[in-house]
């Protein structure tokens, strides 16, 4: 077996080619699946995965004014908290 920097990087290279081979292969395997399952549903693309805002999304939750300034005030409280605690840690 080879020694020294010289042999390490050729048998680096030498995996990584081999490495990139098998992907290619299996790459090549997985979209031939791809394309016999699409067959199978008729030419259809294969969706993200998402489901559509439209089909089954739940409704956006709309908050009142009164609500939006009561956790306001609320965060503002526990900033207040968190930098009053911070300055005491550090005094």
Same mark, same amino acid.
């Given at each position: ?5 010289a042999a390490s ?11 990139? *081979?098998?992907?290619?292969?299996? +790459?090549? /395997? %997985? @979209? !031939?699946?791809? =394309?016999?399952?699409? #067959? ?21 939750? *709309?908050?009142?004014?009164?609500? +939006?300034? /009561? %956790? @306001? !005030?609320?965060? =503002?409280?526990?900033? #207040? ?5 911070a300055a005491a840690?550090?005094?």
């Amino acid at each position: 077996m080879p020694r020294g920097k010289a042999a390490s990087k050729s048998t680096d290279q030498t995996t990584l080619q081999m490495a990139l *081979v098998g992907y290619e292969i299996e +790459r090549d /395997r %997985i @979209a !031939a699946k791809i =394309r016999e399952i699409q #067959a199978q549903l008729g030419g259809a693309k294969p969706s993200s995965g998402r489901a559509t805002k439209t089909a089954s999304a739940p409704a956006k939750r *709309v908050l009142s004014a009164a609500a +939006r300034k /009561r %956790i @306001a !005030a609320a965060q =503002r409280k526990r900033w #207040a908290e968190h930098r009053k605690n911070a300055a005491a840690a550090k005094a």
